[in-house]
């Protein structure tokens, strides 16, 4: 009966509201926000997972704790973090998701924590976790190494509708190869809070997936598991030969249990380019992992494919025809910077409609480990090219006709000791990734040899990079990962204003045209109504490159929009009723609005816009057309940031008084700057009129990697 499994239960988020609120009135006592011992709070889905540290005889780990908040996306402040050398994975868009409503966000970071540690997330209100983890770090007799905890990859939030039976197969690895097993946290081993047992959950501890038997009620229940490691085979002289776990890592999953559905064998499934479950891919330094993510439902429309994975996940909006039976899909990029993350990083995934989901899947990706450069090695990034120096000695056995870089045609010299490369920025194939406020420049020396050659020489992978700190180049910074963004794009505050055609502070730019737009569009003017009214929207963003686009604007009569009308609709305007005034400020657009067309009947109407910013990576290129509607394929060459919402106060249409600004409203961006993100690696004195020198400045990176092929 020690033994008995514990489940953590949540009937639902409102109905433990509601218990608190019934408890307040019962025993008096304040309910502190839901975190006292009596009002406990869950995640949607939370895992901790302990890394030793690389210290001899250390005690210490490093615990990576990611949590599914439900929505509203709670802070993330420094303060979450237990133990020291606290690292807030900040970003001001997290990896969200639309079920269970209202939504979810994860939350990621990470702290050095004593290897046997109960970790207690808590985020907002709603999230108050008991966590325990422990790794055993002493020497294994059979790698001559600390044992590496089993991983286990968090699932996106699960779905099942009442009546379905379901099997969740979790996704584990062991990089020891040791067995691995799950377990229902103990309540009796203080690891898990308020513990009990929905009968209708099992679990198949040894290949640890949970079934569900179609048979519970409806609600949201937070499971809390353990998972183990156990030695595949006894380790000789063995203080575990007992069958005690090497190590533990707890993982909390949610199910929510949804009304009855007709369609249990109709679920969303995923299709074409989707990666098989558990696929693995191997990442170089500045290497790129794209993924795309198909899905289908016969009986619905897909409305998200939920994702979780690490820090610095790009995520592309859903694509597809939105209509039931046709399929859906998003695309995923990861770019390997330098990073404290785990060296397996799991992604998972999975496709929901509004009630079904498709099965989950993971997939990891493996930071490949580099060996160290063989000594005399040089790699100079310039302007123009990067100059590689390798010295012969270190590639015994290789033959030099084998080596290539990723454009086989590029010539590779030597002399009598020494390997040379001249690689071209612009060619020799070599590629640019955005990474975090950085471009990075990357090529491979490699050795290739026709397929059919069976060979025991020792094959070469040689990455190489140029990194370019951007700000060095008085350049704006790239990124993909939007937990830059601040540093790419400091705080930026957008604004609209309303002028009268040919006023405001674009006057000289907007003057004449405004005289020849009047003259022929304006019919009869009404003398207490406004006809044309200039649209204004600004953004404060200093970044030279950057540009202001400008998404969908609405106009509403009232400050709700319950009924509004479009002005601008995907960064088009909508028929006759707007005309863009073309201006040469980057960080300013106008539009001339036609009221009379607008249909306004009232003298106020409020004006809520999307806009975001965009920096192209050269000087020749410009932004993508956001009303052409090529938003997601131009990722590469240009950044955009995520959408912010600026609305205005009431804008008042009578003409009275003349030549006064009617109104303005001012939304500064939610982000808040992490003041200790500032990046290792800029340059304290880097004079401003270098500039174009920068790449010369720029620190070049090597790794190398020998690798003997067997057979
Ligand atoms: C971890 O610490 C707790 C409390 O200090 C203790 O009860 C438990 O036995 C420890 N676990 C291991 C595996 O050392
Ligand atoms: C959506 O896709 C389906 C199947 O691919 C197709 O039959 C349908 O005509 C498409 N609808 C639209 C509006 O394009
Ligand atoms: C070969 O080239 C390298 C790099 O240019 C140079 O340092 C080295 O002295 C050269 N060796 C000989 C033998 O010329
Ligand atoms: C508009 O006027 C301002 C000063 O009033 C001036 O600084 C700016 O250069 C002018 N812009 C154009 C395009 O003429
Ligand atoms: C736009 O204006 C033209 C000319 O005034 C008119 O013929 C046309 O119907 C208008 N289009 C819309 C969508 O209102
Ligand atoms: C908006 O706020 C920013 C920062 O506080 C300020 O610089 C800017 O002038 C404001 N704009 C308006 C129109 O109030």
Redesign the pocket.
């Known amino acids: 009966m020690d033994t008995r499994p514990a489940v953590v239960f949540v009937s639902s988020f409102v109905a433990q509201m509601w218990w608190c609120w019934v408890s307040e009135l019962l025993a008096g006592v304040l309910c502190q926000l839901l975190l006292s011992p009596g009002c406990e709070a869950y995640s949607l889905g939370a895992v901790v997972t302990m890394v030793p540290l690389d210290v001899e005889g250390g005690q210490k780990v490093t615990a990576h704790v990611n949590v599914m908040a439900p929505a509203p996306c709670p802070p993330l402040q420094e303060s979450v973090c237990e133990g020291t050398d606290c690292v807030t994975h900040v970003t001001s868009s997290p990896l969200s998701g639309l079920y269970p409503s209202p939504g979810w966000c994860l939350r990621q970071w990470q702290s050095v924590v004593p290897s046997n540690h109960t970790s207690h997330p808590q985020l907002g209100s709603m999230v108050n976790e008991v966590m325990p983890a422990w790794v055993e770090l002493s020497i294994r007799p059979d790698t001559q190494k600390v044992n590496q905890p089993p991983q286990v990859a968090l699932p996106p939030p699960l779905r099942a509708s009442e009546n379905c039976p379901r099997r969740f197969s979790l996704s584990v690895r062991d990089t020891d190869g040791d067995q691995v097993r799950c377990r229902y946290a103990r309540a009796k081993l203080g690891e898990c809070q308020g513990c009990s047992v929905p009968a209708f959950l099992q679990l198949d501890e040894v290949e640890c997936v949970l079934i569900y038997d179609g048979k519970g009620q409806m609600g949201t229940y937070t499971v809390a598991l353990i998972v183990e490691d156990f030695p595949a085979v006894l380790l000789s002289n063995d203080v575990h030969s007992d069958g005690m776990a090497l190590s533990s890592t707890p993982l909390h999953v949610s199910l929510t249990v949804e009304g009855e559905s007709s369609h249990c064998q109709a679920m969303p499934a995923f299709t074409g380019r989707t990666p098989a479950g558990e696929a693995r891919f191997t990442v170089m330094p500045y290497g790129e992992v794209s993924i795309i993510i198909d899905a289908q439902s016969s009986s619905e429309r897909v409305t998200e494919i939920a994702v979780v994975g690490p820090p610095g996940l790009w995520m592309s909006a859903l694509t597809g025809?939105q209509?039931a039976?046709?399929p859906a899909s998003i695309s995923i990029v990861w770019v390997r910077s330098p990073n404290n993350l785990l060296h397996l990083l799991p992604i998972c995934f999975t496709a929901n409609t509004n009630s079904l989901q498709s099965d989950f899947r993971c997939v990891w990706i493996e930071q490949k480990t580099m060996d160290p450069l063989p000594p005399g090695t040089v790699l100079e990034c310039g302007q123009k090219e990067m100059n590689l120096v390798l010295p012969l000695s270190s590639l015994q056995d290789l033959p030099l006709s084998d080596l290539q870089l990723n454009d086989a045609s590029c010539p590779i010299s030597n002399n009598d000791t020494h390997l040379m490369a001249q690689i071209s920025l612009t060619g020799c194939g070599t590629k640019i990734v955005h990474s975090g406020w950085e471009l990075v420049y990357t090529n491979t020396l490699r050795s290739v040899r026709p397929p059919s050659t069976i060979s025991r020489l020792p094959s070469l992978v040689l990455p190489l990079a140029c990194r370019l700190p951007a700000l060095q180049r008085q350049a704006p910074a790239y990124s993909i990962s939007v937990p830059m963004e601040e540093e790419a794009f400091g705080a930026v505050h957008f604004w609209l204003e309303f002028h009268r055609p040919g006023e405001g502070p674009l006057a000289n730019q907007t003057r004449i045209m405004s005289t020849q737009v009047q003259e022929a569009t304006l019919g009869v003017r009404s003398t207490s109504h406004l006809e044309m009214l200039d649209l204004h929207v600004f953004s404060d963003c200093q970044l030279e490159r950057a540009e202001l686009m400008v998404g969908t604007c609405m106009k509403s009569e009232t400050p709700d929009f319950q009924v509004a009308h479009p002005i601008l609709q995907s960064g088009c305007v909508s028929d006759n009723t707007t005309l863009e005034l073309l201006i040469q400020n980057a960080m300013a657009k106008v539009f001339r609005i036609n009221l009379p067309a607008l249909g306004n009947s009232g003298s106020t109407m409020y004006v809520e816009c999307k806009v975001h910013l965009c920096v192209t990576m050269k000087p020749s290129q410009k932004c993508p057309d956001e009303c052409g509607g090529s938003m997601d394929r131009s990722m590469v060459e240009s950044l955009l940031t995520h959408t912010y919402t600026v609305r205005s106060g009431p804008v008042f249409l009578t003409d009275t008084p003349p030549n006064t600004i009617i109104t303005t409203s001012n939304t500064t961006t939610t982000t808040k700057s992490n003041p200790k993100a500032t990046p290792a690696t800029t340059p304290s004195h880097a004079p401003e009129d270098n500039c174009t020198m920068a790449m010369g400045l720029a620190m070049g990176i090597l790794h190398m990697l020998i690798r003997s092929l067997l057979h």
Do not use: E, P
């Open positions: 025809n209509s039976g046709s």
